[in-house]
């Protein structure tokens, strides 16, 4: 018997419960009208996800109840269509059996949970028919579920059309027991909602390891994955089915919403459409145009502000806020000092023009010599310095925070990995704003970024960076003739050791072993080392890598510890 699977790959947004019921309904919509009698939705798709510390809060689970019941009330015309939703549960049954008293009753932090759980609901014609509670519980990388969740070692298996389907939630499937035990409870398809957020090369990471479950089980999966912009993380969507020998027979694409329709004949799935693959480059300027675009569109932002420098990096962050709200949404300012080159201010100009956004420029000598002329006693007898460099930092920060508050406009920051590392930005300057785009970006994929979008067929416009840009030696023209090369190895070089030590944790020998010099090797990591007090303060940014600065990483401020190279 055939049987249609509908695949609701969708934008939630946390704490929206009636904008999230209001997204599910209207895919179960779609997909009854389709025929679908299965439909899927991601991961605490009801809540979003991550709630974090929202979890803590009873009144959460009070309200994702109120949320679980009003979408089973909207889904009952869909009549027959089972809809597995994810999300937030406080069992009140398990709270009386360890003596809470109550589902209301205080959560305690620091105390591990044994009522609140990451579950998925089946429902079918208004009613909630069964609930699975997710069994293994992420913990490392950006995860800690295991400060919000219990787990529930129980399998949930269903029947529809005389095929038997089991569901497993996101992190379950990168173990084999809760897959296994599913198969032994009778499930015949695996359906698998999952939260998996955006990282380089994730994609084939999740293939090989929903293949390896394949393997051990002889069953197809479905895997639904949400897509969209939370905070820091950007969920990719991407979801797909692969058959019982692990072929991919249907794959969405990625970063786009859509709900789609997969057919299972008895249990197989029947070829349905493979989204073409992106490159790394496409994947990751998504990444960003989608994080963007959710981050300041959930938060209510009118528009974005951005620093136009002349430079690489704030053309990228330009790009990539025009494609992700339309140029009438952002505005761009320069803040040219007299050590700024003169092509610096023409082709910033000339990018503005290209992609059509305001572009103001506010000269910053008249303010810098009104600090030099205050602090001129104080300084008495000392040269000048890097002290100076910061003042003209601070002076654009100041000028762009300004009109921020002014005008409700979010400034975007423009500094990337590499210079994030290496405290290479001022606190309180080039650091002062609201997102940091390409926080997670190093140098050298800047520029690998801005070629793709120079180049890409898929946008309207092509050719928004001038060429100059990409071809000048980097600088932040904060004193004569200054290069960033003066302060920094070889950006080549930085990006490798920084991506060794920081994303890959090799050993400074390791990374000496393979080729990288000594003395830049013990100068790079000694400068990530003494600037954490910097990224602390910085505003939080897209994650684009699987380890980046913020929840990824951890390490004190205050430390002693220097690693030697043996």
């Not at 004569?480 to 080549?492: K, R």
């Amino acid at each position: 018997m055939k049987t249609r699977i509908a695949l609701a790959q969708i934008n939630v947004t946390v704490g929206d419960f009636a904008g999230n019921v209001a997204k599910i309904v209207a895919a179960a919509r779609a997909a009854h009208s389709d025929g679908a009698k299965l439909l899927v939705a991601p991961e605490l798709a009801l809540s979003g996800y991550p709630p974090e510390d929202l979890l803590l809060r009873p009144a959460f689970y009070t309200a994702s109840a109120a949320a679980l019941a009003d979408l089973a009330a909207q889904l009952k015309p869909f009549t027959g269509l089972h809809v597995i939703v994810g999300h937030p549960l406080r069992d009140g049954s398990d709270n009386l059996a360890h003596g809470h008293g109550n589902a209301n009753a205080p959560i305690e932090r620091g105390v591990p949970p044994v009522d609140t759980f990451n579950a998925a609901s089946l429902i079918v014609d208004g009613e909630v028919k069964g609930t699975y509670r997710k069994q293994d519980l992420p913990n490392t990388e950006v995860f800690d579920e295991k400060r919000y969740f219990a787990s529930d070692p129980q399998p949930f298996v269903f029947e529809l059309d005389g095929v038997k389907y089991g569901v497993v939630i996101c992190e379950d499937a990168w173990h084999a027991s809760a897959a296994q035990m599913a198969k032994a409870a009778g499930a015949q398809v695996l359906l698998i909602p999952n939260g998996s957020p955006y990282h380089l090369n994730k994609e084939a990471v999740r293939f090989d390891i929903l293949r390896a479950r394949i393997r051990e089980t002889g069953i197809p999966m479905v895997y639904v994955n949400m897509v969209g912009g939370q905070d820091e993380l950007v969920f990719d969507g991407g979801s797909f089915v692969l058959d019982a020998r692990g072929e991919l027979v249907a794959k969405l694409a990625q970063f786009e919403e859509a709900t789609a329709i997969v057919e299972f004949d008895d249990g197989t799935p029947l070829a349905a459409a493979l989204a073409p693959e992106q490159s790394l480059e496409a994947q990751v300027y998504a990444a960003l145009v989608m994080g963007v675009r959710d981050y300041i569109g959930k938060n209510g932002f009118p528009g974005a502000l951005i620093g136009l420098s002349g430079g690489v990096d704030s053309a990228l962050v330009l790009a990539v806020a025009c494609d992700a709200l339309g140029a009438d949404k952002v505005r761009a300012v320069m803040m040219p000092s007299r050590y700024t080159a003169d092509i610096s201010a023409t082709d910033a100009a000339e990018m503005a023009r290209r992609v059509g956004v305001r572009y103001d420029e506010i000269a910053i000598a008249p303010m810098f010599d009104a600090f030099r002329g205050s602090l001129a006693e104080e300084f008495a007898g000392r040269a000048e310095d890097a002290t100076e460099e910061n003042i003209q930092a601070r002076i654009r920060g100041t000028l762009l925070m300004a009109l921020s508050n002014k005008f409700g406009s979010i400034v975007l920051t423009t500094g990337n990995k590499s210079e994030m590392a290496v405290g290479y930005c001022t606190l309180y300057g080039d650091m002062a704003g609201g997102f940091a785009v390409i926080k997670d970006i190093a140098k050298t994929l800047v520029y690998r970024l801005c070629r793709y979008r120079n180049a890409a067929t898929t946008f309207a416009t092509r050719d928004v960076i001038p060429e100059r840009i990409l071809t000048r030696a980097p600088s932040a023209e904060l004193r004569e003739n200054q290069t960033d090369q003066d302060s920094l190895p070889e950006y080549e070089v930085l990006d490798a050791i920084m991506r060794m030590y920081m994303e890959e944790d090799r050993s400074l020998a390791e990374i000496v072993a393979a080729g990288y010099p000594v003395d830049d090797v013990k100068r790079v990591t000694r400068l990530i080392k003494i600037n954490e007090y910097k990224r602390r303060q910085a505003p939080i940014g897209i994650r684009v890598t699987h380890r980046a600065f913020g929840r990824d990483w951890r390490y004190p401020i205050t430390s002693r510890y220097t690693e030697p190279i043996e």
